[in-house]
């Protein structure tokens, strides 16, 4: 089965802006792409949701390029309490329209 | 935060023995979903119910169960446990299935198979 990919392990620093790709070349077509955040000992929290474009909240931003087959995670100006994982999911029409979570990037933010 | 509460929070068993893992939710919502998460493989689904009594298998569904008799509870059932199946599981809930409804999670159960 393909796989949604993401990058393992990402460093910043305080104050920058940081970018998480994920690959999803399976992509369900009616479907949306979502991203949590993960603490440790906690469950995933929603941070992001999108299906094409371009997505704006309050803590962050989601691009989506036309073919649909990855996605960007944007985080402005990361604080030391943006030290989390943080994952892609979505539909994998390879895997019969299951939901498919990406492994996880690992982001370490520095002082 | 979604009321949703898992139980036990840890648990040691041995291998071999009958395991249940419950996954409680306030919020009436048609979907629930178990999950487990393990290094270097994120999360992947075992189980999920559309409604009561109405279940369905995940990517990893082998050697686990599921039940649902109230739309509150969803039961994992381990019937014996192996220690593969050592692991972090995690209840999810959503109002339908994807099409924009984002899932909300529990904080786990820690489950450690010797």
């Known amino acids: 089965l393909a796989k949604t990919t993401q990058p393992i392990s990402m460093d910043s620093y305080e104050g920058q802006e940081v970018n998480i790709t994920c690959s999803h070349n399976?992509?369900?077509?009616?479907?949306?792409i979502t991203w949590y955040q993960q603490f440790p000992s906690q469950g995933p929290r929603f941070i992001i949701q999108g299906y094409k474009t371009k997505v704006t909240n309050e803590v962050a931003s989601l691009f989506i390029p036309a073919d649909r087959k990855s996605s960007t995670l944007s985080l402005p100006r990361v604080s030391l309490s943006d030290t989390a994982v943080y994952y892609c999911l979505v539909k994998d029409y390879n895997a019969g329209n299951m939901l498919t979570f990406g492994g996880g990037t690992r982001l370490m933010v520095k002082p | 935060d979604a009321g949703i509460t898992q139980s036990p929070r840890h648990k040691v068993t041995e291998t071999g023995t009958p395991v249940t893992l419950r996954c409680h939710q306030t919020?009436?919502?048609?979907?629930m979903y178990w999950y487990r998460q393990d290094p270097g493989h994120g999360l992947r689904l075992i189980h999920y119910?559309?409604?009561?009594?109405?279940?369905d298998k995940g990517e990893v569904s082998d050697g686990y169960s599921v039940s649902r008799s109230k739309t509150e509870d969803f039961l994992l059932t381990l019937e014996s446990a192996t220690s593969s199946q050592t692991s972090v599981y995690f209840c999810?809930?959503?109002?339908?299935?994807?099409?924009?409804?984002?899932?909300?999670f529990g904080d786990g159960t820690r489950l450690s198979i010797l």
């Open positions: 919020e009436n919502h048609r979907y």
């Open positions: 999810a809930i959503s109002e339908i299935q994807g099409l924009g409804q984002p899932q909300h």
């Open positions: 399976n992509i369900a077509t009616n479907d949306y």
């Open positions: 119910s559309y409604g009561v009594k109405d279940t």
